[in-house]
C-alpha cells in the first residue's frame, strides 16, 4: 500500500506520552497579519497548504513537566515557519530549554507529524496491531520505540491509531528542557509563519441619479492556507510593506467555505512605525483552508467621479527633441471608463468591485480593479473596463518642422462617436511627449487641465452622434538640446 493511501487513513490523539511530556495549545494566541497579494492563498481552485504570506504568531501553552531534564514536544504548529526566528520561553521560571528541533509537517506523511513523541498502535490491513509503542518518526516508514525499548521499523502498514478524540497537525518542536519541579506550568512561543496573509476587499454599488455617488464597504478578507486550524485567535492586520530579506523565510506578498464576517465591531486603527494597524476587537476562528472576513469600516455613501477617457501615450520624454514625422502615431480605439474617489479615511491595498443596478434593481458588476494604499483625503482610481457605445479615432492634420528656428508644429483631429441612446461627456488627454518645452498654439475646444506633460479636453458627445476635437501644439529648442539642428 503506497504512503499516500496510508496517510489518507483516519487518526485519533493520545494523552499520554511515553518518555515525553505533551503539550497542549491554550486559549491565548495572537496573530498579527501581513498583506498577501499572492492568488494563491485566496483561490477557491488551489489545494493544499500555500507557502506565501506572513504571519507572527504568540500563543501559549500548557505543558506537563517532569524535574530534570526530558523531551517535551510542542504539536499544532504551522506547515511553514521560520525555525530561526522561533522563541520560546517559561514566564515563571519553571524550566529552561537545553536543546529544540523542528519536526516539518511536509510530504506524504504529514498527518503523522504531530503524533511525533506520542504513544500510537499502527495496525495492518486485516486489522492486525503491527507495532506499538513511542512514535519516533514518520517518514519513509514509521520507527516505533516499545515499551522495552527495542526500535521497530514499520513500512507496510493501513492505519495508526491513538486513543483521544483529537489529534495534532502540522509540523511540531521537540523540546530538551530542564525543569525544576514536576507538574503544570505554561510556555510562551512566538514565531513568524507563512500560510497566512490578509488583504483588503472594497464593494462600491453606485446609486441612481446623475450624480455620481456609491455605497461604499469596506472588509478584510483572510486566507488561511498554513496546514493548521486557529480557534478563539486576537487578529491584528498591517497595512504596509516591511522589507524582508531572508529568502528562506515565509514571504509577504483554499477555500472550504465562505466564512460570513465574524467580528460584531469595528477594527481599532492606529499607526505602527512607518504602517498602519488595524485590531480585531473580537475573538476569531480560522479553519485551515478558509477564507474569512471581518469589517474594515462602517459602510457609508460617498461622492465619486466618472470618467469616460480617451488616452494618448503617456508623460515619457526622450533625451533630446524627437524629430522623426513617423512619431506620435495616429491612433484609434475604445474609450474607457473609469471610476475616482476621495479615500474618507486610511484605505489599505486591494480590489474595489463595482456594482450597479440593472433596470430591475438588481446589482449587477461592471468592473473591478486595484486600489494602492491610500492616505486619508487622496484619491483613488480604478478603470472599469471599455464603454460599448463610445469610440475614438485620433488622426494627424498637420506637421511641419523649422530646423532653423528650432521649432516644430504639429496639430491633431480627435474623432469622437456615441452609438448609445444618452449624450456622453469624453474625456480626451494628450501627451505632447516630443520634447519638454510646448506650447498649445490653438484648440476647438478649451483645456480643461493643462500640465507639463498633459492636455486634457472635455468634449460633449450626443446622444447617436458625434463629436471633433482640433489641437495645435508647437515644440522649440535650443542648440544646446540638439547640438545637430
Same mark, same amino acid.
Given at each position: 500500500?503506497?504512503?499516500?493511501?496510508?496517510?489518507?487513513?483516519?487518526?485519533?490523539?493520545?494523552?499520554?506520552?511515553?518518555?515525553?511530556?505533551?503539550?497542549?495549545?491554550?486559549?491565548?494566541?495572537?496573530?498579527?497579519?501581513?498583506?498577501?497579494?499572492?492568488?494563491?492563498?485566496?483561490?477557491?481552485?488551489?489545494?493544499?497548504?500555500?507557502?506565501?504570506?506572513?504571519?507572527?504568531?504568540?500563543?501559549?501553552?500548557?505543558?506537563?513537566?517532569?524535574?530534570?531534564?526530558?523531551?517535551?514536544?510542542?504539536?499544532?504548529?504551522?506547515?511553514?515557519?521560520?525555525?530561526?526566528?522561533?522563541?520560546?520561553?517559561?514566564?515563571?521560571?519553571?524550566?529552561?530549554?537545553?536543546?529544540?528541533?523542528?519536526?516539518?509537517?511536509?510530504?506524504?506523511?504529514?498527518?503523522?507529524?504531530?503524533?511525533?513523541?506520542?504513544?500510537?498502535?499502527?495496525?495492518?490491513?486485516?486489522?492486525?496491531?503491527?507495532?506499538?509503542?513511542?512514535?519516533?518518526?514518520?517518514?519513509?516508514?514509521?520507527?516505533?520505540?516499545?515499551?522495552?525499548?527495542?526500535?521497530?521499523?514499520?513500512?507496510?502498514? @493501513?492505519?495508526?491509531?491513538?486513543?483521544?478524540? =483529537?489529534? *495534532?497537525?502540522? /509540523? &511540531? #518542536?521537540?523540546?530538551?528542557? $530542564?525543569? !525544576?519541579?514536576?507538574?503544570?506550568?505554561?510556555?510562551?512561543?512566538?514565531?513568524?509563519?507563512?500560510?497566512?496573509?490578509?488583504?483588503?476587499?472594497?464593494?462600491?454599488?453606485?446609486?441612481?441619479?446623475?450624480?455620481?455617488?456609491?455605497?461604499?464597504?469596506?472588509?478584510?478578507?483572510?486566507?488561511?492556507?498554513?496546514?493548521?486550524?486557529?480557534?478563539?485567535?486576537?487578529?491584528?492586520?498591517?497595512?504596509?510593506?516591511?522589507?524582508?530579506?531572508?529568502?528562506?523565510?515565509?514571504?509577504?506578498?483554499?477555500?472550504? @467555505?465562505?466564512?460570513?464576517?465574524?467580528?460584531? =465591531?469595528? *477594527?481599532?486603527? /492606529? &499607526? #505602527?512605525?512607518?504602517?498602519? $494597524?488595524? !485590531?480585531?476587537?473580537?475573538?476569531?476562528?480560522?479553519?485551515?483552508?478558509?477564507?474569512?472576513?471581518?469589517?474594515?469600516?462602517?459602510?457609508?455613501?460617498?461622492?465619486?467621479?466618472?470618467?469616460?477617457?480617451?488616452?494618448?501615450?503617456?508623460?515619457?520624454?526622450?533625451?533630446?527633441?524627437?524629430?522623426?514625422?513617423?512619431?506620435?502615431?495616429?491612433?484609434?480605439?475604445?474609450?474607457?471608463?473609469?471610476?475616482?474617489?476621495?479615500?474618507?479615511?486610511?484605505?489599505?491595498?486591494?480590489?474595489?468591485?463595482?456594482?450597479?443596478?440593472?433596470?430591475?434593481?438588481?446589482?449587477?458588476?461592471?468592473?473591478?480593479?486595484?486600489?494602492?494604499?491610500?492616505?486619508?483625503?487622496?484619491?483613488?482610481?480604478?478603470?472599469?473596463?471599455?464603454?460599448?457605445?463610445?469610440?475614438?479615432?485620433?488622426?494627424?492634420?498637420?506637421?511641419?518642422?523649422?530646423?532653423?528656428?528650432?521649432?516644430?508644429?504639429?496639430?491633431?483631429?480627435?474623432?469622437?462617436?456615441?452609438?448609445?441612446?444618452?449624450?456622453?461627456?469624453?474625456?480626451?488627454?494628450?501627451?505632447?511627449?516630443?520634447?519638454?518645452?510646448?506650447?498649445?498654439?490653438?484648440?476647438?475646444?478649451?483645456?480643461?487641465?493643462?500640465?507639463?506633460?498633459?492636455?486634457?479636453?472635455?468634449?460633449?458627445?450626443?446622444?447617436?452622434?458625434?463629436?471633433?476635437?482640433?489641437?495645435?501644439?508647437?515644440?522649440?529648442?535650443?542648440?544646446?538640446?540638439?547640438?545637430?539642428?
Amino acid at each position: 500500500m503506497s504512503a499516500p493511501h496510508r496517510t489518507a487513513l483516519a487518526f485519533a490523539c493520545i494523552a499520554a506520552l511515553a518518555g515525553m511530556s505533551p503539550a497542549h495549545a491554550a486559549d491565548a494566541t495572537t496573530l498579527t497579519l501581513y498583506r498577501s497579494d499572492n492568488p494563491a492563498l485566496y483561490a477557491s481552485s488551489s489545494d493544499g497548504n500555500v507557502d506565501d504570506g506572513y504571519a507572527v504568531v504568540h500563543e501559549q501553552r500548557a505543558l506537563t513537566l517532569t524535574a530534570g531534564i526530558h523531551d517535551v514536544v510542542i504539536g499544532d504548529l504551522p506547515t511553514y515557519l521560520d525555525s530561526e526566528a522561533l522563541a520560546l520561553g517559561f514566564p515563571g521560571g519553571d524550566a529552561t530549554v537545553v536543546s529544540q528541533r523542528l519536526l516539518l509537517a511536509q510530504g506524504a506523511n504529514a498527518a503523522l507529524t504531530g503524533l511525533t513523541g506520542q504513544t500510537v498502535d499502527v495496525l495492518g490491513a486485516n486489522g492486525q496491531s503491527l507495532a506499538s509503542g513511542t512514535l519516533l518518526r514518520a517518514g519513509d516508514g514509521l520507527v516505533i520505540r516499545s515499551d522495552d525499548g527495542h526500535a521497530t521499523l514499520v513500512h507496510d502498514y @493501513a492505519a495508526v491509531r491513538v486513543s483521544s478524540d =483529537s489529534m *495534532p497537525i502540522g /509540523s &511540531s #518542536l521537540d523540546l530538551r528542557v $530542564s525543569a !525544576t519541579r514536576t507538574g503544570h506550568t505554561t510556555a510562551v512561543l512566538s514565531y513568524p509563519t507563512s500560510g497566512l496573509g490578509w488583504r483588503a476587499a472594497y464593494v462600491a454599488t453606485l446609486q441612481p441619479g446623475v450624480a455620481c455617488r456609491m455605497q461604499f464597504e469596506s472588509r478584510a478578507s483572510i486566507a488561511n492556507r498554513s496546514g493548521r486550524d486557529w480557534r478563539d485567535v486576537m487578529l491584528t492586520l498591517i497595512a504596509g510593506e516591511p522589507n524582508m530579506v531572508k529568502e528562506s523565510a515565509p514571504r509577504p506578498m483554499v477555500m472550504r @467555505a465562505m466564512a460570513a464576517p465574524v467580528a460584531a =465591531s469595528l *477594527p481599532q486603527q /492606529s &499607526s #505602527l512605525a512607518d504602517y498602519r $494597524s488595524y !485590531t480585531i476587537p473580537d475573538a476569531v476562528d480560522l479553519p485551515d483552508a478558509s477564507l474569512s472576513q471581518v469589517p474594515l469600516y462602517a459602510s457609508r455613501t460617498l461622492d465619486c467621479e466618472r470618467t469616460a477617457l480617451f488616452e494618448s501615450g503617456n508623460s515619457w520624454l526622450p533625451p533630446q527633441p524627437m524629430l522623426n514625422r513617423d512619431f506620435n502615431q495616429e491612433s484609434s480605439g475604445a474609450i474607457v471608463s473609469t471610476l475616482k474617489l476621495t479615500a474618507f479615511d486610511s484605505l489599505p491595498a486591494g480590489c474595489l468591485r463595482v456594482l450597479t443596478a440593472d433596470r430591475n434593481g438588481t446589482p449587477q458588476f461592471i468592473g473591478e480593479g486595484r486600489i494602492n494604499d491610500t492616505p486619508k483625503g487622496s484619491d483613488a482610481s480604478i478603470t472599469l473596463g471599455t464603454a460599448f457605445d463610445l469610440r475614438a479615432v485620433r488622426t494627424r492634420t498637420s506637421f511641419s518642422v523649422d530646423r532653423a528656428g528650432r521649432t516644430l508644429d504639429e496639430a491633431f483631429r480627435i474623432n469622437l462617436s456615441n452609438a448609445g441612446d444618452s449624450a456622453r461627456t469624453v474625456t480626451v488627454r494628450e501627451h505632447p511627449s516630443r520634447w519638454r518645452e510646448w506650447t498649445l498654439v490653438s484648440s476647438s475646444t478649451k483645456p480643461s487641465r493643462q500640465t507639463a506633460g498633459t492636455l486634457e479636453f472635455r468634449i460633449d458627445v450626443p446622444a447617436n452622434g458625434k463629436a471633433m476635437l482640433d489641437y495645435a501644439v508647437r515644440y522649440s529648442w535650443s542648440t544646446d538640446d540638439h547640438p545637430q539642428q
